[in-house]
């Protein structure tokens, strides 16, 4: 009897254990506050589309800024938007273009 409670409860744990691992966590995005400063107009390799600081400066080209893979179509960006543009944003480095100077956004909303 004392044998059959115990396999019982190995069983029972071991059940619970293994449904308890193979719940998925969920992903919730870390937004980050940042500022669209403008188009960069230069043409060369490493130039080229919308900037974006992680500083409070929103004057272009004046701080530490990154360039965004993504198009400004996608940015909901036209030619009469005006900036700066305050966001909230989770991004990624875009290792395809020049390592260090282009990220991806995955999710932006305006501030």
């Known amino acids: 009897m004392n044998k059959k409670i115990v396999g019982i ?7 619970l254990g293994m449904t308890q691992s193979c719940k998925k966590k969920r992903y919730s995005p870390k937004f980050t506050d940042a500022i669209i400063t403008g188009i960069d107009y230069r043409k060369c390799m490493c130039c080229g589309g919308p900037m974006i600081t992680f500083t409070d400066d929103p004057a272009p080209y004046s701080s530490d800024f990154k360039l965004l893979s993504n198009s400004i179509e996608e940015l909901g960006i036209s030619n009469s938007t005006q900036f700066p543009i305050y966001v909230s944003v989770v991004w990624e480095e875009d290792t395809s273009r020049c390592k260090g100077y282009f990220i991806k956004l995955k999710a932006h909303k305006i501030r």
Do not use: W
């Open 9 to 15: 409860l190995a069983i029972s744990l071991l059940c």
